[in-house]
C-alpha cells in the first residue's frame, strides 16, 4: 500500500477575497459559562403584572388591577398615578406600594404583586435551522443542548455554534430606571419637582408650627447668642501694586517642531505643528461632539465558539448555561447555486449540497465529467470578491487530480468554465483515430448504423 497523499482544500481564491470570518476574535469555553446563575427577575417594560390589594374599596375583598408596564418603566395606579416599577422584583414593588398606601390610605395595607407575563429573561436562537425566534428563559439551569432541542431540527452538517453575550459599557443603552439604580434605590412614584421653594411659605409654616423644633436643632454647649450686629467688620489686607513689567514669563519659548495628539474618537494619533496644539485640539473635541461614538463602542460583546458534534456526542463541557440576553447562532454550509459551462457532458446550474461542502472536482464529477474536447489546465473559476466586483482564477484540474496543487471549495454563484483551445479538436479526432472500434482506426457513428446493419427489428404482438 503506497502512502497516501495529503493535500489542503483552499477556502479562498486569493489574499483579495474578504474573509469568511465575520465573528472576530472568539473565546473558548470557561468553567463559570457551566456554573447556573442565580437570576432574580426584575420588572421590565412590556411585562404584564396583577396587583392585588386587600379591603380597598369594600371589606372583606381583594381588588385586583392588572396594568402592562409602559416603555418608560411606569403604570397607573389608582390614590396616587404613575409609578415607577420597572427595575424591581415582585417584592420590593409590594413593600413599596404597602409603604404608599399606609401613608396616604390606608393603615394596615396587604398588596400581592404577580407577574403573569415576564420579556426580561429571554435568547434569541437563529441561523441555521426551522424555526428560529426568541424564547423566554424560565429555567436559570437551562443548558444549550437543551435549548436546541426545543427549537427543532438542526441541521446535521453544523459544524459551529457562536454564543454571542454582549455587556454593556456605558449608561446609554440601558434604561433609566437601570442607571437610577435597582430594587429598593428606585424612587417609588414619578420624579420629584426639583423647582426651587417658595421661601415665604416656608416661613410661615415655621411661625405657625405648634410642635417646637427637634432638640438636636439646637448646639450642645450653653453659648450665649450674639447679635449679628454687635460683630465687627473684619478687615481685608490690599495687596501692594506690581509693576508688570517686573514680572518673569513662566511660559516656555514655542518649538515649531511636528507635535503628535492622540484623538480618542478616531483612535489614532495625528501629527500637527508644535504651534497649532492648541487649535487642533479644539478642532477634534469638536468633531468628537458632532460625531458621538458609535453604539459598538458602547457594547463589549464575548462570542463563544463551541463544535457541535463534540456537543451532540457527549462531551458536556461545551454543554453551556444559555443567560439572559444570549444569541445563539447556528452556523451551516452555504446556501446557492453554482454554474458550470464549457466542455462538460451536462453543463448547468447545480445546487450546492446541504451536507458537505462541494469542491472544484466534485463538480466537474457531478456535471458528467471532462468533454472531449476539454483541456483540464484551462479551468477558469469566476468568484464574487465584493460589492459589484468579481475575480478570475485559473486552475490546472489535471494538477489537483494528481494530488500537486490543492483543490478548492466552491461558494454561491461560483461560476466554473471548462475551456478548449485550437489543438484540442485535431487531438480528439485523432484519438477517435486510434479507438479499436469496429475494426482498426474505424469509428461507426450511431447515426449511420442503420445504413451498415439495417433498421432494428420491431417486436409485434399477436392479436
Not at 113 to 133: D, E, K, M, Q, R
Not at 147 to 152: D, I
Not at 365 to 393: C, K, W, Y
Given at each position: 500500500?503506497?502512502?497516501?497523499?495529503?493535500?489542503?482544500?483552499?477556502?479562498?481564491?486569493?489574499?483579495?477575497?474578504?474573509?469568511?470570518?465575520?465573528?472576530?476574535?472568539?473565546?473558548?469555553?470557561?468553567?463559570?459559562?457551566?456554573?447556573?446563575?442565580?437570576?432574580?427577575?426584575?420588572?421590565?417594560?412590556?411585562?404584564?403584572?396583577?396587583?392585588?390589594?386587600?379591603?380597598?374599596?369594600?371589606?372583606?375583598?381583594?381588588?385586583?388591577?392588572?396594568?402592562?408596564?409602559?416603555?418608560?418603566?411606569?403604570?397607573?395606579?389608582?390614590?396616587?398615578?404613575?409609578?415607577?416599577?420597572?427595575?424591581?422584583?415582585?417584592?420590593?414593588?409590594?413593600?413599596?406600594?404597602?409603604?404608599?398606601?399606609?401613608?396616604?390610605?390606608?393603615?394596615?395595607?396587604?398588596?400581592?404583586?404577580?407577574?403573569?407575563?415576564?420579556?426580561?429573561?429571554?435568547?434569541?436562537?437563529?441561523?441555521?435551522?426551522?424555526?428560529?425566534?426568541?424564547?423566554?428563559?424560565?429555567?436559570?439551569?437551562?443548558?444549550?443542548?437543551?435549548?436546541?432541542?426545543?427549537?427543532?431540527?438542526?441541521?446535521?452538517?453544523?459544524?459551529?455554534?457562536?454564543?454571542?453575550?454582549?455587556?454593556?459599557?456605558?449608561?446609554?443603552?440601558?434604561?433609566?430606571?437601570?442607571?437610577?439604580?435597582?430594587?429598593?434605590?428606585?424612587?417609588?412614584?414619578?420624579?420629584?419637582?426639583?423647582?426651587?421653594?417658595?421661601?415665604?411659605?416656608?416661613?410661615?409654616?415655621?411661625?405657625?408650627?405648634?410642635?417646637?423644633?427637634?432638640?438636636?436643632?439646637?448646639?450642645?454647649?450653653?453659648?450665649?447668642?450674639?447679635?449679628?450686629?454687635?460683630?465687627?467688620?473684619?478687615?481685608?489686607?490690599?495687596?501692594?501694586?506690581?509693576?508688570?513689567?517686573?514680572?518673569?514669563?513662566?511660559?516656555?519659548?514655542?518649538?515649531?517642531?511636528?507635535?503628535?495628539?492622540?484623538?480618542?474618537?478616531?483612535?489614532?494619533?495625528?501629527?500637527?505643528?508644535?504651534?497649532?496644539?492648541?487649535?487642533?485640539?479644539?478642532?477634534?473635541?469638536?468633531?468628537?461632539?458632532?460625531?458621538?461614538?458609535?453604539?459598538?463602542?458602547?457594547?463589549?460583546?464575548?462570542?463563544?465558539?463551541?463544535?457541535?458534534?463534540?456537543?451532540?456526542?457527549?462531551?458536556?463541557s461545551y454543554n453551556i448555561i444559555v443567560r439572559p440576553d444570549d444569541q445563539i447562532y447556528i452556523d451551516g454550509p452555504p446556501v446557492g447555486v453554482v454554474y458550470i459551462s464549457g466542455e462538460v457532458l451536462r453543463p448547468g446550474v447545480y445546487n450546492l449540497p446541504t451536507t458537505d461542502p462541494l469542491t472544484l472536482s466534485r463538480l466537474i464529477a457531478a456535471a458528467g465529467g471532462l468533454?472531449?474536447?476539454?483541456?483540464?489546465?484551462?479551468?477558469?473559476?469566476?468568484?464574487?470578491?465584493?460589492?459589484?466586483?468579481?475575480?478570475?482564477?485559473?486552475?490546472?484540474?489535471?494538477?489537483?487530480?494528481?494530488?500537486?496543487?490543492?483543490?478548492?471549495?466552491?461558494?454561491?454563484?461560483?461560476?466554473?468554465?471548462?475551456?478548449?483551445?485550437?489543438?484540442?479538436?485535431?487531438?480528439?479526432?485523432?484519438?477517435?483515430?486510434?479507438?479499436?472500434?469496429?475494426?482498426?482506426?474505424?469509428?461507426?457513428?450511431?447515426?449511420?448504423?442503420?445504413?451498415?446493419?439495417?433498421?432494428?427489428?420491431?417486436?409485434?404482438?399477436?392479436?
Amino acid at each position: 500500500m503506497q502512502t497516501p497523499t495529503t493535500m489542503p482544500v483552499l477556502e479562498r481564491i486569493d489574499v483579495i477575497e474578504p474573509s469568511l470570518d465575520l465573528w472576530g476574535q472568539t473565546t473558548g469555553v470557561t468553567p463559570e459559562d457551566l456554573v447556573p446563575s442565580n437570576l432574580t427577575y426584575r420588572i421590565h417594560p412590556g411585562d404584564e403584572l396583577t396587583i392585588e390589594i386587600y379591603e380597598l374599596y369594600m371589606k372583606g375583598q381583594w381588588y385586583p388591577i392588572t396594568r402592562r408596564v409602559d416603555a418608560g418603566g411606569y403604570i397607573r395606579f389608582p390614590k396616587f398615578g404613575e409609578v415607577l416599577v420597572a427595575g424591581r422584583t415582585a417584592e420590593e414593588l409590594q413593600v413599596a406600594i404597602e409603604d404608599r398606601l399606609r401613608a396616604d390610605v390606608m393603615q394596615h395595607p396587604t398588596v400581592h404583586v404577580t407577574i403573569n407575563t415576564g420579556s426580561a429573561f429571554t435568547y434569541t436562537i437563529y441561523g441555521h435551522l426551522a424555526t428560529p425566534g426568541r424564547f423566554t428563559l424560565n429555567d436559570p439551569s437551562l443548558r444549550l443542548l437543551e435549548a436546541l432541542s426545543m427549537t427543532g431540527a438542526v441541521p446535521l452538517s453544523t459544524k459551529w455554534v457562536y454564543v454571542v453575550r454582549q455587556v454593556y459599557t456605558s449608561d446609554d443603552l440601558r434604561g433609566h430606571w437601570e442607571n437610577d439604580g435597582a430594587g429598593s434605590e428606585h424612587s417609588t412614584t414619578s420624579p420629584v419637582d426639583t423647582s426651587a421653594p417658595n421661601i415665604e411659605s416656608l416661613i410661615d409654616q415655621l411661625e405657625n408650627a405648634k410642635s417646637k423644633p427637634s432638640p438636636g436643632a439646637y448646639s450642645m454647649d450653653d453659648a450665649p447668642l450674639v447679635d449679628v450686629d454687635d460683630l465687627d467688620v473684619p478687615s481685608v489686607r490690599t495687596p501692594s501694586p506690581v509693576d508688570i513689567d517686573d514680572l518673569q514669563s513662566d511660559v516656555p519659548e514655542v518649538s515649531h517642531e511636528n507635535a503628535f495628539i492622540y484623538v480618542p474618537e478616531r483612535d489614532e494619533w495625528v501629527r500637527v505643528e508644535q504651534s497649532e496644539v492648541n487649535s487642533a485640539i479644539e478642532s477634534e473635541v469638536k468633531r468628537g461632539s458632532e460625531h458621538p461614538a458609535s453604539p459598538s463602542n458602547l457594547v463589549l460583546e464575548r462570542v463563544i465558539k463551541i463544535p457541535y458534534r463534540s456537543l451532540t456526542h457527549g462531551d458536556n463541557s461545551y454543554n453551556i448555561i444559555v443567560r439572559p440576553d444570549d444569541q445563539i447562532y447556528i452556523d451551516g454550509p452555504p446556501v446557492g447555486v453554482v454554474y458550470i459551462s464549457g466542455e462538460v457532458l451536462r453543463p448547468g446550474v447545480y445546487n450546492l449540497p446541504t451536507t458537505d461542502p462541494l469542491t472544484l472536482s466534485r463538480l466537474i464529477a457531478a456535471a458528467g465529467g471532462l468533454g472531449s474536447l476539454a483541456i483540464p489546465d484551462r479551468v477558469d473559476l469566476t468568484r464574487m470578491v465584493g460589492e459589484h466586483r468579481e475575480a478570475t482564477v485559473r486552475m490546472n484540474l489535471a494538477a489537483i487530480r494528481r494530488r500537486t496543487k490543492p483543490d478548492f471549495y466552491l461558494k454561491p454563484n461560483d461560476h466554473v468554465h471548462v475551456g478548449t483551445n485550437w489543438l484540442a479538436y485535431p487531438l480528439a479526432v485523432f484519438r477517435n483515430g486510434l479507438r479499436m472500434n469496429y475494426g482498426f482506426g474505424f469509428l461507426l457513428d450511431r447515426n449511420f448504423g442503420n445504413d451498415v446493419f439495417g433498421a432494428p427489428p420491431i417486436s409485434v404482438r399477436p392479436q
